[in-house]
């Protein structure tokens, strides 16, 4: 399978796409990948350093390079603070971003203009700080609207028909609940990719709007594939139209489209779509009932809203980079191979546009979406966040440890370099913790009673556990563990989850033959496992252009004459033969 190519089972090498720098006050990340970022990138290191050819431009041939030009850049940043950095890097079209603190993110400028926090109320003489919601809807930010209920304050309003009601049967359903929904899809890389696919699966029609001049990132690839199993995980059941949103002609062609569509999806630099004059306030001048759905690294406003974005300067920028690490080792961020927030911000993205189309059943009003994919992290971060508000310097790194009780761990284990977690949460788990390893001795330990003790002397705690889960198989000790109540996983490496026997209880994988690829692609089911939805069809990602003739003739009922001379002018494309 595909999950056994990609992932086999040794270490990962150590990721040199988006490398860190120290600077004079910390560290800062840079995601050079495209010919323009790399020729700003050369040209900042000057004109006498080894790689000005414009070959270097090709990332296969520069990647073979890597190890030496992150050292030229590395002596570039060494004396400089982080601030001037990304600043210099956002002047010269470098997308860079500094790694934040926890300290430094609730102050950011640029967060704080945005409204990304709000002041709570905890008690008595008592404020915190806490993200406000993870995206606007018509502008209005979705988060946090009153204080968290006392216990049972709304115990009387939850009648008991309504109780009925929800326990009820629903019927499996035959239909996909998105059939007659039509999205034009403007979205790249994998947040963009992953809304869209989400829409597909459920039965809308995705149309992919893209341009050769333009290739979606997820289409590059070092060996130049016709296809690449990102893109077609990403992109699995949609349809491709070649358009220029550039000329005349096809800006025209996309309005047409707009006005026979329901939503449309984008996740470009902010302000591009109203540059290419597609802004809501035009779309909605076009159908009234379009939903338009934008997001972006930092956000649609604020000071830095322009910045050059991709997940990793996303969560070096949110203060999730610099957490991902362990205590001895400054510059060991462990986040070189992570995808992430993109799915993540793709489902509550889809979320918010679930509820304007079913609020536009109401108003016959479409509406829009907008969200930073920074604050998606910080909300994922919010109890944290709200604790180092509380009491500066408690949002630290902490490696694989829990901060509440001991041991919280990541155990080795017998066999060659595995491992599971181990993870108690009070004294009575701790004491099954001491009969299951037959340690008497340590549930006797007075300065072991109570979860402040295991803390002080966490370091004993681990070496006396590991020494049982060294002489053990990770199933062992999960069997072990879970049948007495305690919270217990083996390590799982990506080549293993396709025989996962709680996945396939849950029908969680399906097989995708897609063309372009050498064998059938492994990919996901639908989004929640056994429900009472029908299985989402799975059907191959497209080919660049490959559904252009197709989708002119079926929506905008063009003559093939007319889709010819659109085509001869490059204001359609087609697809390669």
């Known amino acids: 399978q595909s999950a056994t190519k ?52 090709n990332m296969a041939k520069r990647f073979k390079y890597m190890r030496e030009i992150n050292l030229l850049i590395e002596a570039l940043f060494a004396k400089e603070k982080s601030a001037d950095l990304v600043a210099e890097g956002q002047r010269r079209g470098v997308p860079i971003a500094a790694v934040a603190t926890p300290q430094q993110v609730l102050k950011d400028h640029h967060f704080l203009a945005r409204g990304a926090f709000t002041d709570i109320d905890l008690a008595a003489g008592l404020q ?18 009153t204080p968290a209920p006392a216990l049972n304050k709304h115990q009387p309003s939850f009648s008991s028909d309504r109780l009925a009601l929800r326990s009820a049967s ?35 029609e995705v149309i992919k709007v893209e341009n050769k001049a333009f290739p979606d990132g997820l289409r590059q690839s070092l060996q130049n594939q016709p296809i690449t199993e990102s893109f077609a995980q990403g992109s699995r059941g949609k349809k491709s139209l070649g358009l220029n949103l550039r000329s005349e002609k096809g800006k025209q062609v996309f309005k047409e489209l707009v006005a026979k569509s329901d939503v449309v999806l984008s996740n ?75 799915h993540l911000a793709a489902r509550v993205s889809a979320v918010a546009i679930l509820a304007l189309l079913i609020e536009r059943e109401k108003t016959g009003v479409g509406g829009t979406v907008s969200l930073s994919q920074a604050e998606t992290i910080l909300m994922t971060l919010s109890t944290e966040l709200l604790s180092e508000s509380l009491q500066g310097g408690w949002l630290a ?24 977690v181990i993870d108690i949460e009070g004294d009575e788990q701790w004491l099954r913790l001491c009969s299951a390893m037959g340690r008497q001795d340590l549930a006797e330990d007075q300065h072991l ?61 399906r097989i995708n033959m897609q063309p372009g690829l050498d064998a059938p692609l492994l990919t996901e089911n639908g989004p929640a496992g ?32 007319t889709i ?14």
Request: with cysteine; charged share 25%; aromatic share 8%.
């Open 6 to 57: 990609l992932a086999p089972r040794g270490r990962p090498p150590e990721g040199k796409m988006y490398p860190f720098f120290p600077c004079a006050d910390g560290f800062v990340r840079i995601c050079v990948l495209n010919p323009r970022q790399w020729q700003a990138m050369s040209a900042w290191l000057g004109d006498d350093h080894p790689y000005t050819d414009p070959a270097y431009a």
């Open 128 to 145: 915190g700080k806490a993200p406000a919601g993870y995206l606007k809807i018509n502008g209005q930010r979705a988060g946090i609207r």
């Open 170 to 204: 629903p019927v499996q359903s035959t239909r996909r609940p998105l059939e007659g929904i039509r999205v034009l899809d403007l979205g790249v890389i994998v947040a963009g990719a992953e809304l869209g696919r989400l829409f597909a699966d459920q039965g809308a």
């Open 268 to 342: 470009f630099k902010p302000g591009t779509m109203d540059s290419l004059g597609f802004g809501y306030g035009e779309l909605k001048a076009i159908n009234p009932r379009i939903i338009v759905s934008e997001s972006s690294a930092l956000g649609g406003s604020g000071p830095m809203s322009n910045s050059m974005g991709y997940g990793p300067l996303v969560r070096a920028s949110s203060g999730l980079t610099g957490l991902w690490r362990y205590l001895d080792d400054e510059s060991g961020f462990g986040d070189a191979l992570t995808i992430f927030p993109d």
């Open 397 to 420: 790194p902490c490696g694989n440890r829990g901060r509440f009780d001991a041991p919280s761990n990541l155990f080795s284990c017998a066999g060659d370099d595995e491992w599971c």
């Open 449 to 509: 009673k109570a979860a402040s003790g295991r803390l002080a002397m966490r370091d004993y705690v681990e070496q006396e556990l590991s020494k049982w889960t060294l002489e053990r198989t990770p199933q062992q000790i999960v069997e072990t563990l879970q049948a007495v109540g305690i919270a217990a996983a083996a390590m799982a490496r990506i080549n293993e989850l396709p025989d996962n026997p709680h996945l396939k209880a849950r029908d969680f994988f």
């Open 530 to 561: 056994k429900s009472y939805l029908p299985e989402p069809e799975i059907r191959p990602a497209p080919f660049v252009a490959e559904h252009t003739r197709e989708l002119m003739r079926d929506i905008l009922q063009l003559d093939e004459a």
């Open 564 to 577: 010819a001379s659109l085509i001869e002018s490059g204001d359609l494309e087609v697809m390669a033969s």
